[in-house]
């Protein structure tokens, strides 16, 4: 059962005389992936009250609020918002991670933007804070441009924070990056890291940011951040 499980061992020694011995065993509930669901996550955005997400449906939710916006009316909705995990996500079950290159897993990451045209852009413009935790099995599989978790981060400073990805496999066209496939504006990468595999055919592909584009006054900031595995194709950095 779920929970602390005690189990009492009693043996019989060869002088007659009886021994117990106690073992505790700590039990929790398997780790489920997400199922592809999508449910609303708690929180009004601000740095008091980030919005919390502890789960791939919850994820998924907050993905969707970015990826469906109307870009002539809300595309910065999420200007200077604040999000936070507030448990390890599993976007997959990962135990035939080193197959997902000619099998892939159950579910295909939308990445969290889409860069159209600068006009019509939608991306995360806020603060997302992992809070120490990790986003297992993140499969993004697509042709298309600007391909990551984020596809696109804009608008104004935009911070990515501790968090990790393992078992991640990205693959895209143009602007392909383990974190976030294009960066505009000013970008804070810190204290992230991604494992993983990010392939492309196309060019501008990194393990964290696949291509970055600001003005003077903006900046590319990368600190105690890393990713290790495996970046393929052309002008990879």
């Not at 998924?60 to 469906?68: E, G, P, S």
């Amino acid at each position: 059962a779920v929970g602390q499980n005690v189990i009492t061992v009693s043996t019989l020694a060869f002088d007659e005389n009886t021994e117990t011995y106690t073992i505790i065993v700590n039990r929790s509930e398997p780790t489920l992936a997400w199922d592809g669901s999508r449910e609303a996550y708690e929180g009004s955005g601000t740095a008091d009250d980030p919005y919390l997400i502890s789960n791939g449906a919850q994820l998924k939710y907050f993905a969707d609020q970015i990826n469906n916006v109307d870009p002539a009316g809300g595309k910065y909705m999420f200007a200077n918002k604040y999000v936070k995990l507030t448990a390890d996500i599993y976007l997959n079950d990962i135990s035939n991670y080193d197959n997902w290159a000619t099998e892939a897993p159950a579910n295909n990451w939308t990445p969290i933007g889409d860069y159209a045209t600068w006009q019509n852009c939608k991306a995360f413009s806020g603060t997302f804070d992992g809070d120490g935790h990790t986003i297992y099995g993140l499969y993004v599989n697509t042709t298309a441009q600007y391909a990551g978790f984020f596809n696109t981060t804009a608008f104004t400073s935009v911070t990515i924070k501790n968090l990790k990805f393992e078992n991640a496999y990205v693959s895209g066209g143009n602007y392909t990056g383990g974190i976030v496939g294009r960066a505009v504006d000013t970008l804070i990468l810190e204290n992230c890291g991604f494992n993983g595999k990010v392939v492309s055919t196309g060019s501008y592909i990194g393990g964290l940011v696949g291509n970055y584009y600001g003005k003077a006054d903006n900046t590319l900031t990368i600190k105690n951040t890393y990713a290790a595995g495996e970046v393929k194709g052309f002008w990879s950095t």
